[in-house]
Structure formats: C-alpha cells, structure tokens
C-alpha cells in the first residue's frame, strides 16, 4: 500500500433486512480526486459516514494511510 491514502474493502451496512452496501471495495491513491456518483439510495451517504467513523459497517476494512481504520 505504498502511495494508497484510502482502501476500503468487501464494505457492507445492514439494516435489518435491507442491505445500505454490499461489498462495496476500492482504493484512492495520494494526489487522486474522488468523486462518490449514483443514483439515491445507492450507498454514497453510507460509505461517507462509515470511513469519518460516523456510523460503523457491519462488515468490511478501511485502510487509512497503510492504517487499519476499523
């Protein structure tokens, strides 16, 4: 993970019976723009809140600068 600021992998959010992510992964390299695109109700939100560790996924890694996040 040399120049890789954020890897996220195999992202899942649950609720209930509804799944908000479902294995969701990729990767932002330093110096790269990132822009979250789809329709509503496709996850974007979700993803967002669960990497700044506003809610916490029901499975899955975050990788912050090398760092396990979660």
Do not use: D, H, Q
């Not at 992202?11 to 695109?37: D, H």
């Not at 809140?49 to 499975?59: E, V």
């Amino acid at each position: 993970m040399s120049n890789i600021t954020l890897k996220v992998e195999n992202l899942v959010k649950k609720y209930s019976s509804v799944f908000a992510l479902k294995r969701i992964s990729f990767e932002i390299k330093e110096k790269e723009l990132f822009a979250p695109l789809g329709p509503n109700g496709a996850g974007k939100t979700t993803t967002i809140k669960i990497i700044s560790g506003l809610t916490s996924p029901t499975s899955g890694k975050i990788y912050v600068c090398g760092k396990k996040s979660l």
